[in-house]
């Protein structure tokens, strides 16, 4: 372990790290974390399966039905791009002598444009590697698990066109869904991609992160942010794809991500990820059909901060709670930095397991446990630690080279699982980048080591099941399979003989196992005309998850499903009616309107999901929709309207609202949320009349003053900038440019002061929590600690406890080194001679800057003379706050455990 200490010591010191040869990384001593320092649940255990030098820096693996595990390689990854001239590899690990550990080891492929792959999935024959710009086929014709084109291997660029190539935002892994379609999902680089049917899908945000190495990106995401796809919609940031294997009939089923790094679809249909933050707002999260996830603009032109509402938390803003149209945000757990993740539905862990989704945290050194229960229309998510090396989250001084219980305090944060799977055996895998550092796409270890490690009940003995897929008993032993990909071999091959499978299939739907019964719906729905009856219209099924289930193999096997959702859209539980709502997305108004207001009449308060849903549902049919249920349930005096309909109206916001919504906003006896909610939804009005409308209320002297001056500031840069409201503005006494007096906030620029501060020296010291908690109120002026500080820089809760001290020390001491996203600093220079630093908010008429204090700021357009990113952030360094060595060791002691 005194390795790992002096590789990051070397990156610490900003000593250059040239790219090493091809093989001196293969070559050096590898590590693994002890396996003692692991928690897992009562009666599981975890061993060692594989390691390095049997592969290097996994990023995903896929298991395929012979147990073998496919690992994808980031050797190359981020500065290292050069590490591996030859490419990065997809490895086949294999334990041919059934003993629980890896005994043979192998390169799949390995090419030049394999540059830190993402996602590996293996469907039968065919091996799915993510690698942006591609999405990529290799086709194994020979099955010997080597690509040889010579063979008469193949490769097929699926799809491409996806930006973030060497870039964790990108391109994720291909899963199988139980309705035998590809789900995969794209982190919110972003792409612009055509489909095998023609369809073009154009999908980027406000995140435009420029290319690291050279790998130019295909597309300029801010020519393309916010414009529609071929199939009418818009969609922003990252996103889900569901489709068809041949990559025809691309469905976008989810969007407005920063970056999930993979999905997990249950047999049921339900779809579950987790996705990154900014701050401290890290989620995993159900995902909806349709959904807009929140962190860019609808328009993909801004970020979360440009429209951060005066008093909302971090939280709240960041995935855009309070704006109609966002999906709720799920589990919002703080900082991490999540990875993959799988849904467990059957296997060796015994049944109490059953239904658990399994998400990896590598910010925090462990996997996450969730299992999901329906409520109201959504899913109620409970967070428990499922595997760790860092189960007390605590660190008990920093005196790394004080023996090996110093040794052991610094080993359980290099843990870093980067995904998670079940075998066909039924026991969990880990995939362990195993690094000191954990996000802001970097890392510290130079020696790529790597682990996978096997997580079963204790004594388990390993048994693959030999599946003679030739018969019908072995497809259905495939279909019923722990690991997820491997189901898809059944399916298909069940699907291929058509009528000859139904009885065999329908045998499953007598299975105690609802997932199990969950697959041989979906299949018994695509098993010509007989099937749905044999596996029962959805109607029919005893209870909310099997109707959900039996609808969404009647749509995804494209069968007339009017008669059934005209029937469930009177169901008593209001899961059932989501589901209905979510498929009148793209149906006519003719068709749609009736179906939609029984579904408006069962709106329950409070319940989000529902409402998102009934708004997903209405889309492009918003007008028809208020007139009618205004006239069955609101009435013409908004100011009578009971809350019910009026969450129902803020989710619509037509045009034709905004008097209603403007007198709802002026009533005294109307309580003062739902006053607020009406002024909110004007904003989202994309009309002069709501502009008008939002100024008014600017003007008077009430609550919402405040609330409307906001808006009408922020919007007349963006969703209302053709309106020119300047001048209104400035006639209705609201703003006048002329009148704005500035204040220069120049941050000192740490190159004038001596640097004494050393990370070696700190590492020697012991630290102590408790004074730390007095150290920490110095770095307040630019960070939130617990519920006090500001957000000049990153929230510092939690953010310790997954980071080794080399890691803390040197973002104390030498903060710009290794700036976190979305905290670069912009320099404006006024033509009166005035600069400004801080973080830019937001860039139009006037732009929007925040500096160091809390100081924020709006410049008119005509006061500014230049404009400018800075090379570093805003915050101080440890020697310009005048930190000492033992302040430096107290706040990395009071750091870890907070």
């Excluded at 093989?23 to 396996?35: G, Q, R, Y």
């Excluded at 959904?291 to 909302?312: M, T, V």
């Excluded at 959504?378 to 090396?389: I, P, V």
Aim: proline fraction near 6%; charged fraction near 25%; hydrophobic fraction near 35%.
């Amino acid at each position: 372990m005194q390795k790992t200490f002096l590789y990051a010591l070397v990156a610490l010191l900003s000593i250059p790290v040239f790219a090493q040869s091809d093989s001196s990384f293969e070559k050096a001593d590898h590590e693994n974390v002890p396996l003692d320092l692991f928690t897992v649940p009562e009666g599981l255990e975890v061993t060692l399966w594989a390691s390095s030098p049997q592969f290097f820096n996994p990023t995903n693996i896929d298991i395929d039905k012979d147990g073998r595990i496919w690992v994808a390689e980031g050797v190359r990854y981020r500065r290292h791009h050069e590490r591996r001239p030859k490419g990065d590899r997809i490895v086949v690990l294999e334990d041919k002598d059934g003993d629980g550990k890896a005994d043979s080891s192998h390169t799949f492929v390995q090419e030049e444009l394999l540059v830190a792959p993402l996602g590996v999935a293996v469907i039968d024959n065919k091996i799915v590697v993510s690698q942006p710009p591609h999405l990529l086929v290799y086709t194994d014709k020979d099955r010997d698990l080597k690509f040889d084109e010579g063979k008469g291997d193949t490769r097929e660029i699926l799809l491409t066109g996806f930006n973030g190539q060497n870039h964790d935002h990108s391109l994720h892994s291909v899963t199988v869904g139980p309705d035998g379609k590809w789900y995969f999902n794209s982190g919110n680089c972003g792409g612009m991609f055509t489909d095998k049917s023609g369809k073009t899908f154009r999908i980027f945000g406000a995140y435009r992160p420029k290319p690291i190495g050279p790998f130019p990106y295909p597309h300029d995401a801010g020519k393309h942010a916010g414009l529609p796809s071929d199939d009418g919609h818009v969609y922003v940031g990252g996103f889900t794809v569901r489709m068809n294997p041949d990559g025809t009939n691309v469905e976008i089923i989810g969007h407005n991500y920063r970056n999930s790094y993979e999905q997990s679809v249950t047999s049921l249909g339900d779809v579950f990820q987790n996705d990154n933050d900014d701050p401290p707002a890290c989620r995993v999260s159900w995902v909806m059909e349709y959904a807009n996830f929140g962190f860019s603009s609808n328009d993909g032109q801004r970020s979360w901060r440009a429209d951060k509402r005066p008093g909302q938390t971090t939280e709240i803003a960041e995935w855009r709670q309070e704006d109609p149209g966002s999906a709720p945000a799920g589990d919002v757990y703080g900082g991490g930095s999540p990875t993959g993740n799988v849904y467990y539905e059957n296997g060796a862990l015994g049944k109490e397991w059953i239904g658990t989704f399994l998400a990896c945290e590598p910010g925090r050194n462990t996997i996450f446990s969730y299992q999901p229960k329906l409520e109201g229309a959504g899913f109620k998510l409970e967070r428990h630690d499922f595997m760790t090396s860092n189960a007390s989250g605590e660190f008990a001084g920093s005196d790394f080279l004080g023996g090996n219980d110093s040794v052991n305090r610094e080993t359980k944060t290099l843990f870093r699982p980067s995904d998670v799977a079940v075998g066909p055996d039924g026991a969990l895998y880990v995939s362990d980048w195993y690094d000191p550092r954990v996000g802001g796409h970097s890392d510290l270890d130079e020696t790529c080591s790597g682990a996978i490690y096997r997580i079963a009940p204790k004594g388990f003995k390993p048994e693959v099941p030999k599946l003679d897929l030739d018969t019908t008993e072995g497809q259905i032993a495939a279909l019923k399979s722990p690991a997820v990909n491997v189901r898809a071999i059944g399916f298909n091959a069940l699907k291929a003989k058509g009528r000859a499978s139904l009885e065999t299939v329908s045998e499953l739907l007598k299975d105690e196992n609802p997932y199990i019964r969950g697959r041989a719906i979906h299949l018994l729905y695509q098993l010509g005309i007989s099937g749905p009856r044999v596996a029962g219209y959805p109607e029919e099924q005893p209870n909310a998850q099997m109707k959900i289930a039996a609808f969404r193999a009647m749509r995804r096997a494209d069968l007339d499903h009017t008669g059934s959702a005209i029937r469930l859209a009177q169901d008593p539980d209001p899961a059932v009616r989501r589901e209905v709502a979510l498929a009148m997305r793209d149906k006519s108004v003719d068709e749609a309107k009736g179906i939609l207001v029984d579904i408006a009449k069962g709106y329950t308060l409070g319940d989000r999901s529902y409402l998102e849903a009934f708004g997903a549902g209405a889309t492009g049919k918003e007008e028809e929709l208020y007139y009618t249920l205004k006239d069955q349930l609101g009435g013409d005096d908004s100011r009578r309207w009971s809350d019910t309909f009026a969450d129902i109206a803020w989710r619509l916001h037509p045009p034709t609202a905004v008097h209603d919504f403007l007198v709802r906003a002026q009533e005294e006896d109307v309580s003062p949320d739902q006053r607020k909610r009406a002024v909110d939804a004007l904003a989202f009005i994309n009309t002069r009349a709501a502009a008008e409308a939002m100024m008014t209320i600017a003007q008077l002297d009430t609550p919402l003053k405040a609330d409307a001056v906001w808006w009408v500031i922020n919007r007349s840069s963006n969703s209302w900038k053709d309106f020119n409201l300047m001048p209104a503005l400035k006639d209705r006494g609201i703003y006048d440019p002329a009148k704005i007096q500035l204040t220069e906030v120049i941050t000192p620029d740490p190159k004038g002061v001596e640097q004494k501060l050393k990370v070696e020296d700190v590492l020697k010291l012991e630290g102590d929590a408790e004074r730390g908690k007095i150290v920490v109120q110095r770095c307040i002026m630019c960070h939130q600690v617990g519920s006090v500080g500001l957000e000049v820089g990153p929230t510092l809760d939690g953010w310790g406890k997954g980071q080794t001290s080399e890691v803390i020390a040197r973002s104390i001491i030498e903060p710009s080194a290794d700036i976190a996203h979305g905290y670069q600093a912009t320099e404006i220079k006024t033509k009166d001679g005035k600069t400004i630093h801080g973080l830019l908010l937001s860039e139009g008429n006037p732009s929007i800057i925040t500096s160091m204090g809390g100081i924020t700021q709006l410049v008119p357009k005509n006061k500014i003379a230049s404009s400018k990113k800075m090379k570093r952030s805003l915050m101080l360094t440890g020697d310009q706050l005048g930190l000492t060595r033992q302040d430096v060791a107290d706040l990395v002691a009071f750091l870890k455990e907070n």
